[in-house]
């Protein structure tokens, strides 16, 4: 049986929060957590192993752009315990693939960096881009079934502390739920906020600030800004795309880029149904 504890968060990342493991919160999720797994650890997703998987990943002393999601995806094998990453095994024409990813591998191609190879993105962790969901876990096949359990008053206390810790961030705040976070991040010095729609689904063309232009036109340009903005600060910008990725095979990158691929509704494809705009 798994076991839910603060020794499972990298020690830097400890550090950071101070005494937020004293709290009332820290123990009110430390019961939650342990009650979810020890009534159905086979549920939980991604494996609680991987819950901080993000923050193991990417260092504390490392950090240089932050991604918020929402929670994890709750479809069985998708889950990696990074906002926005799957495995490198779900094939981009696959109806398993998140319609946030097609879209966001749009973006990145409409900015001049090319595809995503797949949806792994285990390489922007180890560049500093922190993947961050506010809801570190949830239920097989249940979107949000945890985000009542105390997620929120950690990621909370870590991004106000983040952006108080380390001038010069790069935050990408894609929808509502992550621009809720705004406050939090605004008491800190020098960041660099970037906010659009959130790039599941119909989302996508929202608000006055959309993600994508409708009809392909242009993107955000979320990936070239954070880049200027880390040149800007003598910091190494991020390979979004690794110069030695393959090209997706024949066939894949039409239907990545297809209309159905980029408008499909929320939920159409089964994994970005949890994704307020």
């Known amino acids: 049986m798994s076991s839910f504890s603060k020794d499972h968060i990298p020690q830097d990342w400890r550090k950071l929060l101070g005494d937020y493991f004293d709290s009332p919160a820290w123990s009110n999720l430390e019961k939650n957590i342990q009650a979810v797994l020890d009534a159905d650890f086979a549920s939980v997703c991604p494996e609680p192993q991987n819950f901080f998987n993000a923050l193991k990943l990417t260092p504390l002393n ?32 696959s109806r398993a693939f998140p319609s946030s990813l097609r879209n966001i591998s749009k973006a990145l191609t409409l ?15 180890k560049q500093g881009v922190l993947l961050l969901n506010t809801a570190l876990s949830v239920k097989l096949g249940k979107a949000g079934s945890h985000t009542k359990l105390g997620w929120q ?10 952006a108080l810790e380390k001038p010069c961030l790069v935050w990408m705040l894609w929808g509502g739920h992550a621009q ?3 406050p939090l991040i605004e008491a800190g010095k020098d960041q660099l906020i970037l906010q659009s729609s959130h790039p599941s689904g119909l989302g ?47 066939g894949e990158q039409v239907d990545l880029f297809s209309e159905s691929g980029i408008d499909a509704p929320d939920g159409a494809r089964g994994q970005d149904s949890h994704k307020p705009l």
Do not use: M
């Open 204 to 250: 996508v063309y929202k608000t006055d600030k959309p993600f994508l232009d409708p009809g392909g036109a242009g993107s955000c340009n979320h990936f070239i800004k954070t880049n200027e903005w880390l040149l800007a600060n003598k910091l190494a910008p991020i390979e979004w795309i690794h110069s030695s990725a393959k090209a997706p095979r024949k």
């Open 153 to 162: 008053d950690l990621i909370d206390r870590l991004i106000s502390s983040l």
């Open 180 to 182: 809720s976070k705004l």
């Open 111 to 125: 900015e001049g960096f090319g595809c995503l190879p797949n949806g792994d993105l285990h390489a922007w962790s």
């Open 62 to 93: 490392s950090v240089k752009v932050v991604i918020i999601g929402q929670d994890p995806y709750h479809s069985p094998g998708l889950a990696q315990g990074l906002a926005f990453s799957i495995p490198e095994s779900i094939p981009t024409n």
